[in-house]
Structures are given as C-alpha cells and as structure tokens.
C-alpha cells in the first residue's frame, strides 16, 4: 500500500467539572469484567505478559477498575439458530465459506459452538454477499491456524458480523483479516478479532465497529484505509482495543509510522467514543494524513507505551471527555535516555488543526474537559518547517494538502506568495486547548526530567533549499500568529512550557506573560500532584 505517512511525526530539528461528569458518565457504561493473556506470553516492563499470535487466552487476574473490559467476557450470542438462518458445522471444514457461495445475498449464517475452519489454502476465506449476517454461538471461534491469510473479503456491502472470535490469520503487513477489502456500510459488533498478523480490521466507509474486543494483532487493532477514495462516517465505539503491533512493526521498519491501536488514514468523519484504549505497543489512535472530522470523546486512553493520540497532517476535531492517563512511558522515556530534548506527547498534533475551508461540524481542534494523569508529557503542537507538498521531506508521499488539487502548483515561483505560501503546508493553527485537568507525579513515572512538559513549537526550516519556509518563519507563526490558544486549565505538579523551540523552556508566569499570554485563566499547584 506504501502507508508511509506516519514517518513524518517530527522530522528535522529542532476548570469546570463536566470532564468529570462525563468521564464517569462513559465509564459508567461500560462492562466490568476481567482481562486476558496466553500461556505463550512475552515479559513486559510491568511485569505482565502478552500471548504470541494463535493462542487461546486465559483470564487472569482483574486490570484496574471502571473501563470497558469486553475482551474477557463479551456479549454471548444466541443459542439457537435465529428464524431462516443457515447453520454452520465446525465438524466441517470450509462449511462457512461454502454456504456463503451457494446462499443468496441477505442471508443470515449462524455459526454453531466450536472451532470453525477455513480450506488449508492460505488464500481461503469467507466472501459475502451484499447484507449477509454472520453471527456466532456461544463458543464460536473462526481459527485461522495460522495458515489462511485472511477470514472475510470482498465487495459486498451492509455485512453484518457479530458474537464471533476471529483468530489465527496471518494477513500481511498493511492489510487486514476482517473486511479486508474495506467494503462499505459493516457492522461490527461483540466480537473478538484477536491474535492475527497484520491488522484485525479493515475499513470502509459507513462502517460501525461496536462492543468489540480488538486484541492481540500483530499490527493494527483496526486499520482504517481505504485505497479507492476517502472513507467516510466511520463509528467506532464501545471498543476494548488492546496489545496491538504485537509484532512491533516500527522496531522492524524504523519511522515507518505503520502501527498502533488504531491508524486512521484519509477518513472524512469518524466518531471514537466509550472506547478503552489501553496497553497498546506503540501508539493508542494514531489519525494520519488528511483525516478530518473527527468527534473522539468519553474514551480511556491508558498505558499504551506510546501516544494516546497522534493527529498528524490532517483537519477538524473534538477530543473532549476523556481519561488519558499513564501513556508514553516507553517511548518517551526511551527518547529521554537517548539524550533527546524534543517535547514527545501524549497527546501529539503534527501539522493539524482547524481549517475553515474543509467542511466539517467544527472549523477548529479542540482538546477540551479531559482528564490527563501522569502521562510522559501532555499536549505538543508540533508543525515541521521542511514537511510540505512537494517537499523531498514530506514522507507523506504523494499527498498534498486538502486545498490544493495539483500538487505540482507548490513549487517556485508561486509558493513564495499567496494563496499556495499558506496552503501548501498542513499547519498547526485554531488549536483551542481549555478546561481539562493536567495531573502530574513524577514519582509514578520514576521521571527525574523531560517528563513534565506541554509544548508549541516547530523546527528551524532548512530544506529544501527552494522553500519559502527557511528560518524561524513557522515557529515564530505555529507560537504566535495561528490561534493556538490554552486557557482556563488546571494544572497539578512540577509543569514546565516550552514555546517556538526545544531550548525555549518556560515556568508558569513565563508561559502566561508576554509574548506566549497563554493558559489565561488557568492555575497551577506545583509539587508532585495526583
């Protein structure tokens, strides 16, 4: 597919209570039940392990309280075979994707209790009709033994898949075991896609992916791409998505941007909500190159070893009403040690923000009544100086922005000027970051520095040697002139601010005095807080 957009995540240099109104309102929604891990687990730093790709989970001993906890115990499907539906024989292999071939379009399958199997050849695999339904027993497990690549394909559109575990598939890097050719209008629910390579889900528009278990897979819990077009009105809620890039994909393939919980690619309108995001290697949702529209509210976004969230090169979102809590000690530690002074987030917007002129049901980015706690550093607006279309450093490869058809336009002469100066660049502005809680205790972190940060800046622009964009130009706009603006904010713990550049690094009153004047109306309590 080349997905290379994710490498450009830093390149060069360089209040109220609704919150806890509404995060006790989400997670009051959610099941309580228990957490998993397989007999062939690997160590992890805190001491927990992650079963190897195939294996059957065992519960084990109950992960912290009040989250959305389906992976364990999701809804059961039903008993019996629902009125007019064709039953499905585990005794036999290829049953399912044989009655598929011979039903017509609409029909409902019912998958009996046990161990379902595809053909040993490692391109079978069940191919709807447009509005099948496919819904498991209790008990019902499509197993892929690690031979057959992928488990439903094809076009058909408005399939229905719910009450099954689908696990074992072996889909290559990029692609993906369910929907695997991003069909439109599925519906996914109270299922368990769990211990596949590659990706357990793929994508297309109108698709509702609900009350599932996404765990385990080897790179993606969902990867949401759709090669012809953009994808459009994507739900995701109710979700556990968990343990993800299992096969730690951007250790293989260095910068490749390529893994997570969720990645997100050109999707124009998606709802995240009630989701509980957590202990994914990597990054928790990852929204990369021309996403907009996004509502991401009411989720738990914890101990995942990278960012909860990355909105890189894209427009328009809400991300309000979430607990985002112990993210980014991995990685953010791993980039501390190696000496590196740049301000890697837990919530991170790279080249992204509000853009009056894509249509969407906000003209801004705003990060709002949400609970951040002892996370590797909070918010960094982050805009790259050398990262625009046409650039040689723009490793989104081949994309552009969304206000500009031809690509090859953004070269000298006309950029130098407007109207392409401005919009051949994603740019960080309309950034609106108010009324969350920023809870800080060094000492749950085992952080001495480099842990404690929120941050605006971008890099000093040096290439190529035709950009317009060279010097100071983009901090000095990303810092100053683009409307990013924090205000009405708590603040718990030893907070530092660092503004335009990584050497700029600022105490509270610097941060609020002049020329920054940001978080006005906000407050600080220093020391270690929780």
């Known amino acids: 597919m080349g997905l290379s957009g994710g490498s450009g995540v830093r390149r060069g240099r360089g209040g109220r209570r609704r919150w806890t109104a509404a995060a006790a309102l989400a997670l009051a929604l959610l099941v309580t039940t228990g957490c998993d891990s397989g007999p062939d687990a690997a160590p992890q730093p805190d001491g927990t392990t992650r079963p190897d790709a195939g294996t059957e989970p065992e519960d084990t001993a109950e992960p912290s309280r009040a989250v959305a906890r389906v992976c364990a115990k999701p809804a059961a499907g039903p008993a019996k075979a629902p009125s007019g539906a064709v039953s499905v024989d585990p005794a036999v292999p290829g049953d399912l994707a ?25 391109y079978a695999q069940v191919v709807p009709k447009e509005g099948n339904t496919y819904v498991g027993a209790p008990g019902a497990v499509l197993d892929g033994r690690r031979t057959n690549q992928y488990a439903f394909g094809g076009t058909a559109r408005d399939v229905t898949l719910s009450h099954l575990t689908v696990q074992g598939f072996v889909a290559p890097h990029d692609e993906g075991v369910v929907n695997h050719d991003s069909a439109d209008g599925w519906v996914i629910e109270h299922s368990r896609i769990q211990f596949n390579s590659g990706a357990g889900l793929m994508a297309g528009s109108g698709q509702q992916v609900r009350s599932n278990c996404l765990r385990g897979n080897g790179q993606y819990g969902m990867n949401a791409y759709k090669g012809s077009g953009r994808l459009r009105d994507l739900v995701l809620e109710g979700n556990e998505i968990t343990d993800n890039n299992r096969h730690d994909w951007e250790r293989k393939r260095p910068g490749c941007g390529c893994t997570g919980g969720v990645k997100f690619w050109a999707v124009d309108g998606a709802d995240v909500r009630g989701n509980w995001v957590h202990d994914n290697r990597g990054t928790g949702l990852w929204a990369d190159t021309n996403n907009n529209d996004f509502v991401i509210e009411g989720n738990v976004l914890e101990g995942n070893d990278g960012a909860a969230l990355i909105y890189e090169t894209s427009y328009n979102a809400v991300v309000r009403d979430n607990t985002i809590r112990r993210n980014n000690w991995v990685e953010g530690r791993r980039s501390a040690e190696r000496g590196d002074a740049f301000p890697f987030a837990t919530v991170y917007v790279s080249e992204s923000g509000g853009e009056p002129r894509v249509k969407a049901r906000t003209d801004r980015f705003e990060i709002s009544h949400n609970l951040f706690e002892d996370n590797w550093n909070a918010i960094t607006l982050w805009e790259n100086a050398d990262r625009f279309c046409n ?108 503004a335009q550049d990584v050497s700029q690094v600022l105490d509270f009153a610097g941060w609020q005095g002049a020329p920054y004047r940001q978080d006005t109306g906000s407050t600080l309590r220093g020391g270690d807080g929780g």
């Open 98 to 122: 044989a009655k598929t071939k011979a039903s017509p379009a609409g029909t409902t399958f019912w998958l009996r209790p046990g161990r379902h199997r595809l053909d040993a050849d490692r």
């Open 391 to 498: 650039s040689p450093a723009n490793t989104s490869s081949g994309d552009c922005t969304l206000l500009v058809e031809d690509m090859d336009r953004c070269a000298r002469p006309g950029i130098a000027s407007a109207p392409l100066y401005s919009d051949c660049r994603w740019r960080t502005q309309r950034v609106d970051v108010h009324h969350n809680r920023f809870l800080l205790d060094k000492s749950v972190l085992d952080c001495v520095e480099l842990c404690d940060r929120m941050a605006v800046l971008a890099n000093y622009g040096t290439y190529p040697d035709w950009s317009p964009y060279m010097g100071e130009r983009v901090a000095e706009a990303v810092t100053l002139r683009q409307r990013n603006r924090w205000h009405d904010n708590v603040y718990v713990g030893p907070w530092a601010f660092v």
